[in-house]
């Protein structure tokens, strides 16, 4: 039976999409990072430059494909390619960065087309290192947009945090749901 | 102004479904990408250009027939559980496959199938097959219903919830006590934090106590030797908010009530409430009324106003007062939901839903 078995991750460089897909995915992730070499190495030592790849195993014929967006602007080419057939948008924030409202601006624009058709899911990572903006700014923000995702404070190496999110997810597809 | 329609986006009408059969419907056109499928939504002034009609409800006869007068010309597609004889359109067994779903829609679309108005009410053909192989009755369970008779209701503003909120939102520290002067508490709105000075078990059992009486005074330098715990203020109020409900509605909602979310709330930085993420889902999408939110959901009336006070004490619960009146579902809809529970029933078998329903429960089980 064919299905649009993809979950996306998205969001800036060192938010923590990898670190997600890692808490959930049946198999160690496959990662293509590389040494950083422009801005991002104050960020991370290494950095997504291509994408992760994780999945779960529903049975042996099932399976659904985690994949994680670079996180660098240079490679938004590939965010279309990625994107097809997903069922939905995991866009993780780093709350440490300087502006993460323009961060959560530049992915909603960046990825417009696709939320248009799935829903979008909203992690905010490293709130213990800046708490601002709050979750309710945050809320406040997307309201002004129209928008009502589920938005939760994330640890990305905390399973049950991502657990949730993902749950949230399929529950904004269909809160009738049961598993 | 009403938003115009792409160009290539085909309206389906749905008929003899309920609200649950059709959102697998909507949500399997979502997922289809090759045409742009889309549910005609109750009230939206359009032509559809397809239909698809279950017949498997108990009057299907007179809706069929209605149907027809209404749209005699329409290309529709015929659902049903039972194979059926002479039937006057293309029909579909249930559980309905995505894989022959949209290739019977595509032959609609593009008039490879003749339309006949005149044709006759399909009758259920015998199945012999169906008499030999009978698949093993799937366990029902008795329909959940809100049975406005038995709910109980609390006043927020005099139970424990009322006064922590109340300290809150004046933003001075305080220390709540009960009636014999015993602090539970401290709560510090400028730190967003609550220092609870009993057990949580014990605190608990208070909030729900409708006997019990409390006050707040300012902090004393012996209330800070007994802090066993310290949450979020959010948390607290998220808590303190279920325990006060214990089960019982808010005074100020009523069952025909259209209820909303301003926002999800931050469900992984608060205490754990059975299905809030379902009904986190569903109260964000658009107002609904609790008779509706227990059936179309099948929770239970005790869990809802559980959450519904958690989520009234962190502020994001909107009512009639504060929704648009654009957003508020009509009286005369909450009425007709308010009707006598209907028999057990269940819920028919979707090959999407099933998919996403084995990867919540692959989720879920990590």
């Known amino acids: 039976m064919r299905h649009d078995n993809k979950i996306i991750f998205t969001g800036p460089v060192g938010a923590g999409k990898t670190t997600a897909i890692t808490a959930i995915s049946d198999v160690p992730p496959i990662k293509t990072d590389a040494s950083a070499s422009d801005m991002t190495v104050n960020r991370k030592a290494t950095t997504t430059v291509a994408m992760d790849y994780g999945v779960l195993h529903l049975d042996e014929q099932t399976k ?27 866009l993780m924030l780093d709350n440490s960065r300087k502006t993460p409202h323009k961060d959560l601006d530049f992915f909603l624009g960046a990825f ?49 945090d991502v657990k949730s999110l993902v749950m949230a997810l399929l529950f904004s597809i269909d809160p009738g749901l049961e598993g | ?107 609609l679309r593009n008039g490879k199938v003749t339309i006949d108005p005149a044709a006759p009410w399909p009758e259920a053909a015998p199945s012999p097959v169906l008499t030999a192989v009978q698949p093993a009755p799937t366990p029902t369970r008795p329909m959940i219903e809100l049975k406005i008779q038995e709910i109980e209701y609390f006043d927020p503003e005099i139970s424990l919830i009322g ?57 004393q330098q012996p209330d ?6 310290t949450w979020p203020l959010n948390s607290a109020l998220w808590q303190v908010g279920v325990w006060s409900a214990n089960g019982r509605l808010l005074k100020q909602v009523r069952p025909g009530m259209a209820l909303q979310l301003k926002h999800w709330p931050n469900l992984t930085r608060l205490a ?40 009234h004490s962190i502020d ?33 078998p979707s090959p999407q839903r099933g998919f996403l329903s084995r990867l919540l429960k692959k989720i879920a089980g990590l």
């Open chain 2, 272 to 311: 754990a409430i059975p299905h809030a993420l379902r009904l986190s889902a569903f109260l964000t999408r658009s107002p609904v009324n609790p008779v509706l939110t227990v059936r179309m959901l099948q929770i239970t009336p005790a869990e809802l106003f559980n959450f519904l006070a958690a989520a």
């Open chain 2, 163 to 219: 006064l922590v909120k109340m300290v809150a939102r004046d933003a001075i520290s305080a220390t709540v006590t009960n009636g014999i002067g015993q602090a539970l508490m401290i709560i510090s709105p400028e730190t967003a934090e609550v220092q609870l000075l009993v057990p949580t078990a014990q605190l608990a059992a208070i909030a729900c106590d409708p006997s019990q009486q409390f006050h707040a005074r300012a902090p």
């Open chain 1, 112 to 160: 417009k087309d696709f939320i248009e058709r799935v829903p979008v899911v909203i992690g905010i990572t490293k709130t213990d290192i800046k708490n601002t903006p709050s979750m309710n700014e945050y809320a406040e923000m997307l309201l002004q947009r129209g928008m009502r995702p589920p938005i939760f404070e994330i640890d990305g190496r905390n399973r049950e």
């Open chain 2, 224 to 229: 800070s030797a007994h802090v066993l715990d």
């Open chain 2, 1 to 107: 102004m009403a938003t115009p329609l792409p160009a290539q986006e085909t309206l389906i009408l749905t008929v003899g479904m309920d609200d649950r059969k059709q959102a697998v419907f909507r949500m399997a056109f979502k997922m289809y990408s090759k045409t742009p499928y889309r549910l005609l939504e109750t009230g939206e002034q359009r032509s559809p250009a397809l239909a698809i009609v279950d017949i498997d409800s108990a009057d299907a006869k007179s809706v069929w027939t209605h149907f027809r007068k209404q749209y005699p010309d329409l290309p529709t597609l015929i659902v049903s559980v039972a194979p059926l004889a002479n039937a006057p359109a293309p029909v579909l067994r249930k559980p309905v496959r995505m894989e022959t779903l949209f290739p019977h829609l595509e032959d």
């Open chain 1, 64 to 90: 659904v494909h985690l994949y994680g967006t670079p996180g660098q602007e240079r490679f938004d080419f590939m965010w279309d390619i990625l994107t097809t057939g997903g069922i939905g948008l995991v």
């Open chain 2, 316 to 348: 994001i619960l909107l009512t009639p007062t504060m929704v648009p009146a654009g957003d508020i579902i009509p009286e005369r809809r909450i009425a007709s939901s308010a009707s006598p529970a209907t028999p057990a029933i269940t819920p028919p």
